[in-house]
C-alpha cells in the first residue's frame, strides 16, 4: 500500500518560533497533498490543499501567512506555522494521493505541536 | 448543501458484530470512504465504495446506497484491538472529501 511519512511526530516549542512539518510520500508520486489539523476529541479539519508546483489552496479561516505551505516535488510538502502561539497546539496530519482526483488519501503518522 | 452524520460513540462486546451507520447529502456524489483512527494516530484507509453494494475487506464489510445516502460499516468477531473511531468521509462534486465528526467504538470483554 502508499506509504505517507511525516517528520517531526513531535515538537514542543516556545511561543513566536516556526516550526516546519514535513510530509513525505514513500512510495508513489502525489500529485495532491492535504494538511488538516485535529483537536482532541474532535474531527479532523482540512487546513489546505497543494499541488505540485502550484500554490495551496486554504480552507475558510486558516491563515495563509501563518501556515505556510511549499509542495516543491511530487514527493514532499512541507507545513511552516509561524510565529507558533499555544493555541496552535494541535495534531497536524498530511495526506496524500497519487493519480486521479477519486483516488484514496492515505495519511501520514501525523505531528502532535505544543506551543508552550 | 451539503452534510454527513454518524453516530457520536457506540460499543460491542468482543467477539461480536457491530454496524456503523452513516448517513449524508450532497448533490455531487464521487464515493465513500471509511477510515480508522486509533486515539493518538492518523486515519488509516479501510474501504471505498462508490457504487452500490457490499464490499468485503477481511472481516470489515462497508454498504453503499446512493439513491438513500447512506452507508454502513460493519465489524464481525470484534477483536479488544478494533476499539478506535471510525470516520466516514464522502468525495464530493469537486472530490474534496466531507468528513463525518467519527464514530468512538468501545470493545468490552
Known amino acids: 500500500g502508499a506509504v505517507v511519512s511525516q517528520h517531526p511526530s513531535w515538537v514542543i516549542c516556545k511561543s513566536g518560533t516556526s516550526v516546519k512539518i514535513e510530509c513525505r510520500s514513500l512510495?508513489?508520486?502525489?500529485?495532491?497533498m492535504f494538511w488538516y489539523r485535529q483537536f482532541p476529541k474532535q474531527s479532523l479539519m482540512l487546513m489546505a490543499t497543494s499541488n505540485e508546483g502550484s500554490k495551496a489552496t486554504y480552507e475558510q479561516g486558516v491563515e495563509k501567512d501563518k501556515f505556510l505551505i511549499n509542495h516543491a516535488s511530487l514527493t514532499l510538502s512541507t507545513l511552516t506555522v509561524t510565529s507558533a502561539h499555544p493555541e496552535d497546539s494541535s495534531f497536524y496530519i498530511c495526506?496524500?494521493?497519487?493519480?486521479?482526483?477519486?483516488?484514496?488519501?492515505?495519511f501520514g503518522p501525523g505531528t502532535r505541536l505544543l506551543v508552550l | 448543501g451539503q452534510n454527513i452524520d454518524q453516530p457520536t460513540e457506540m460499543t460491542a462486546t468482543e467477539g461480536a458484530i457491530v454496524q456503523i451507520n452513516c448517513t449524508y447529502q450532497?448533490?455531487?456524489?464521487?464515493?465513500l470512504f471509511w477510515y480508522q483512527q486509533h486515539a493518538g494516530e492518523a486515519p488509516t484507509f479501510l474501504s471505498y465504495n462508490v457504487l452500490d453494494g457490499l464490499e468485503e475487506i477481511g472481516r470489515f464489510s462497508s454498504f453503499l446506497s446512493r439513491s438513500k445516502g447512506y452507508s454502513y460499516l460493519l465489524l464481525k468477531e470484534l477483536q479488544m484491538k478494533d476499539s478506535a473511531s471510525y470516520l466516514c468521509a464522502f468525495m464530493d462534486s469537486n472530490y474534496q472529501l466531507i468528513w463525518g465528526a467519527g464514530t468512538k467504538l468501545i470493545i468490552k470483554p
Open positions: 495526506s496524500a494521493k497519487a493519480g486521479g482526483p477519486a483516488e484514496t488519501q492515505y
Open positions: 512510495d508513489f508520486q502525489a500529485t495532491t
Open positions: 450532497t448533490s455531487g456524489f464521487n464515493g
